[in-house]
């Protein structure tokens, strides 16, 4: 199209005064600024026609510029027809939101990528904390077993903690030997239970010794219920102790191992301060000095805050102990003598005086007493 033009140009008729030269002619600034229209925004195809043949060629390859106007005007009335009326949701929401479809998955990528980033920086910083914490643990623990290293020491809280753990110790061989007592004693009523029976068959069986073994099945009897009472009140003393040692005691040494981990903290950073202290006094250790400072004003806040809870839990397990027991005790005792005297009536009292209830169906006679 270009090449076209300047053809145009440079084939027009330039007319030449009676000297030869060229004439100062309005015609002259007018063809300068039309060659300055073309160059910047391109042929008017309104004025011009599109030769298709190239210059000197027939006049059937010149395209009139009307019939590529008319083409525009048919093609800008189909889009019109197929594009959404002004007042349409769709052109309005665009309207107001010109950017928002473009930029939205952009912008809540973003998001999801910053709140991504803060999360992976939280994990490494908790990682990191981790890891300097077991570093310095694992450093104090080693320096005070081989002798190394300072300790913090409360000697009577210490030895409390000593003394509840052999207590636990003992109360446990206590418990296993009494379940163990469970397990024989309901051995030997059970056996007493097949002999009765085996005894009051005998004494519809044989005329000739009917009394006798009614007399021993009726005594087999009674021992059988009255070892069903003992068995219920060794049951509740077995579980009062073991929900003493299983659950007051062992809540009391969680607490303690919260305390002793603590302490092991606290003496870590103290000797981590004070190898800081000792060292060269420059901006860099300055700085350090006060972050160890921080750390161990917090754990021995958390030292201390530990300690008086041991304290308390150990003062309130003490008499809780001395209650339970006090009551269990006394209920031991007490079965176990009316049950071997064969004083049935203190048994029974024994069971009463103690809240104890026997398993439903324990009175119950056998199906060879009920025939």
Known sequence: ????????????EIPINSNGDTGSLAGDDS??????????????????????????????GIIPTSSIKDIRMKARAANVQHSPPSGHPITSMIQQHPGSMHHSPSGSGLASEEVARGVAVEKLDSVKKWGINTYKCTKQMLSERFGRGSRTVDLELEAQI??????????????????A???????????QQALGDSFADLSQKSPELQDEFGYNAETQKLLCKNGDSLLGAINFFVCSINTLINKTMEDT????????????????????????????RDAAAAVRIDAAQQDYHLHRDKYERLRSDVTIKLKFLEENKVK?????????????????AGNQQQLEQTLVQFNVKLKPGADKPSWLEEQ
């Open 1 to 12: 199209m270009a090449d076209s033009i300047m053809s145009k140009a440079a084939t027009m």
């Open 31 to 60: 063809l300068e600024q039309d060659l300055q229209q073309v160059m910047v925004s391109g042929p008017n195809l309104n004025e011009t026609s599109i030769v298709s043949g190239g210059y000197g060629g027939p006049a059937g």
């Open 162 to 179: 000593e003394v509840l753990r052999e207590t636990k110790v003992k109360y446990e061989q206590v418990l296993r030997l009494a379940t």
């Open 181 to 191: 007592l469970i397990s024989h004693f309901n051995n030997m009523v059970q056996t």
């Open 253 to 280: 040494l969680l607490t303690i191992s919260l305390y002793e981990a603590a302490r092991l903290e606290f003496d870590a950073y103290r000797s981590d301060l004070e190898e800081l202290s000792l060292g060269p």
């Open 324 to 340: 339970v027991m006090h009551k269990q005790l006394l209920l031991f005792h007490n079965a176990i003598s009316a049950y071997f």
